[in-house]
Every structure is written in structure tokens, then in C-alpha cells.
């Protein structure tokens, strides 16, 4: 059986593959979301993580939510359309939406990232 090659691909070639963080409320239709997104090539795979306790500032005071943690694979290309998506399916008034950029990861893997996101 051949093996999928996992080498890191050199960082110049995937500065395009980031991981975009966003939370749910936990009552929120993390699947339908995910779905959403994933249905409209924005992103190539979301995953929900378990239910967490986040705790946080808003409008003076500290805060505490039970909430899902999303993380969405996906090309910096697709970080606007992204961005206007959340602002319509989100329930939040400010909903997470952080960046991160992938520095290593499988050749192949970032190939599909690319592929699936593709227009």
C-alpha cells in the first residue's frame, strides 16, 4: 500500500492555508453552521469541539458563556467572504474570528484545503 507523503511543504508555498477560530453559543446549530460553511466552499472542514466555559470582558463586565469552539480550514482568500458569512449566520454582535496562518502541514493535506475551497 503506498504511503501519502506528510513531509512539511516549504513555508513560502502555504502561506495561503489558515485556520480561522470562531466560538458558538452552546445551544447555537453548531452543525448547521459548520455545514454552511463547508456547503459554500468557504471553508474545506469545520470542526466543533466539545462544549467549553469561556469567560470574558463585554460591555464592563466579566462574563461567562457555555460555548463551542470552531475550527475552520480554510485559504486566506476566502477570510472576507468568510467574515460576511459570519455577520449573517452568527448570533453574536461581535463574533470570534481570529487568523492563523499555517507554518507546516502536510503537502497533500494543504492541496485539499485549496481544492475544496476552491470557486
Known amino acids: 500500500m503506498a504511503s501519502e507523503s506528510t513531509s512539511p511543504v516549504p513555508a513560502g ?3 495561503d492555508v489558515v485556520l480561522l477560530l470562531t466560538t458558538l453559543p452552546v445551544d447555537a ?3 448547521a453552521f459548520a455545514s454552511a460553511l463547508v456547503d459554500e466552499r468557504l471553508a474545506a472542514c469545520v470542526s ?3 462544549e467549553m466555559r469561556s469567560v470574558y470582558r ?3 463586565a466579566v462574563e461567562r458563556a457555555a460555548e463551542r469552539q ?4 480554510t485559504t486566506r482568500g476566502r477570510i472576507t467572504a468568510i ?3 459570519l455577520r449573517t449566520l452568527h448570533p453574536y454582535d ?3 474570528l481570529l487568523v492563523v496562518p499555517a507554518c507546516d502541514g502536510g503537502e497533500a493535506y494543504l492541496a ?3 481544492q475544496c475551497t476552491a470557486s
Do not use: I, M
Open 13 to 15: 508555498d502555504q502561506r
Open 48 to 50: 466543533v469541539l466539545p
Open 112 to 114: 485539499w484545503v485549496r
Open 83 to 85: 467574515a460576511a458569512r
Open 94 to 96: 461581535v463574533p470570534e
Open 70 to 73: 470552531l475550527l475552520v480550514k
Open 29 to 31: 446549530d453548531a452543525d
Open 58 to 60: 463585554w460591555q464592563g
